[in-house]
């Protein structure tokens, strides 16, 4: 099938996508422009297609699970048959997106018979296609073709079929509800909306981020007249903590570390912390976020032990400091404000690196500024 013209307006990019079996990214640099992709080419690629499977990142965030409940239920309502298989299950604030039980977590024997036979793969909020993790070796496996839906700064190298970046979308949401008011006509139903605006609340910080902007108003109040509750979303995503999870906030708070005249605050998490907190690696969302909040502080640093020899890095900035190029340094990337990383190592070895490049870069940033 060709689907030479998804492409954008006033940026240097390539133009077309590739045909499936070839697997050659598109990867578009999109700068700051304004970016125009032809949804109609996309709905023809999932007219297409009989079998189609959902997923999204390891520990999924409101994006991508927002992105994948909302797809399902339009998939559904046009007769494909679809599942939503992630490598990692959802979290329970998320658990009002999955009434209907339709989120699976992969297991091979389990999900094999029926992956194989999967005539298109669509990925959300993914900037690395590693991060789908067992999903990942799946679609190797059967030579699947995948979409991926996203809007994180990308890499040349990102094995995607069909790769649909825009980074000046505030979520991955906002474009799948652009595809979705083409793709079907009228009012999008509720079961849609709901995780359209679980997608763009939680990207955006229920709208209080720089990334912000009058689309993700637009959204909203297009989910509020499907007759979402956004109150009901609102407490299950933000109001639903355990008391793991305030422990263990209580013990990062309690042991802060302020650096570079305090503008950078950073925290490690380990297993004995967590074990001492009652708490898990799935509830330390969030955290690094709150700690940006602090006065005085333009960066929180987050170095979570997650075992088997590895650390994730989490950054969130303010906006004095881009942060997304330190991620990149270590191996990862994100947005200028919120980035993150996976490395391999102990915390022992992890730390020094990560504080080392953290405070290199801000240092010269604001050198640079002066």
Not at 136 to 147: A, F, G
Not at 196 to 206: C, E, F, H, K
Request: charged share 20%; proline share 2%; net charge negative.
């Amino acid at each position: 099938m060709n689907l030479s013209g998804i492409g954008v307006n006033n940026c240097n990019c390539i133009s077309s996508i590739l045909d499936y079996p070839y697997e050659i990214p598109c990867f578009y640099d999109f700068s700051s422009e304004s970016i125009m992709i032809d949804f109609n080419k996309v709905k023809s690629l999932i007219s297409e297609a009989d079998r189609i499977l959902l997923t999204t990142h390891e520990n999924p965030d409101g994006d991508g699970l927002g992105c994948c409940a909302a797809m399902y239920f339009h998939l559904r309502e046009i007769g494909k048959d679809c599942r939503i298989i992630n490598c990692s299950r959802i979290s329970s604030e998320y658990s009002f997106l999955n009434s209907e039980q339709i989120f699976e977590v992969h297991e091979l024997v389990q999900h094999q018979d029926w992956i194989k036979n999967v005539n298109l793969v669509i990925i959300f909020d993914v900037g690395d296609i590693k991060r789908l993790q067992t999903i990942c070796s799946e679609i190797n496996s059967h030579s699947l073709p995948t979409l991926n839906i996203d809007h994180h700064p990308h890499e040349d190298d990102n094995l995607f079929t069909y790769n649909l970046v825009d980074v000046n979308a505030a979520a991955t949401g906002e474009m799948l509800y652009n595809y979705l008011k083409l793709a079907r006509s009228g009012q999008l139903p509720k079961e849609i909306c709901e995780g359209i605006y679980t997608a763009v609340m939680t990207d955006t910080g229920s709208f209080r981020y720089s990334n912000t902007n009058t689309k993700c108003h637009e959204i909203a109040i297009e989910c509020f007249r499907s007759g979402i509750n956004h109150s009901y979303i609102y407490q299950q995503v933000y109001e639903t903590n355990s008391k793991g999870r305030i422990k263990l906030l209580g013990n990062i708070l309690g042991n802060l570390t302020f650096e570079c005249d305090n503008e950078l605050a950073w925290f490690i998490i380990d297993k004995s912390t967590l074990d001492e907190c009652d708490s898990t690696s799935e509830e330390v969302g969030g955290l690094t976020d709150f700690v940006r909040t602090i006065r005085g502080v333009e960066v929180a640093l987050m170095i979570l032990d997650s075992g088997h020899d590895t650390c994730r890095i989490n950054y969130r900035s303010k906006g004095k400091y881009i942060i997304n190029g330190i991620a990149k340094s270590l191996g990862g990337g994100g947005h200028p404000l919120a980035a993150g990383a996976v490395l391999e190592g102990s915390m022992e070895t992890v730390l020094p690196k990560v504080l080392n490049e953290t405070k290199q870069s801000l240092q010269e940033q604001k050198y640079q500024s002066k």
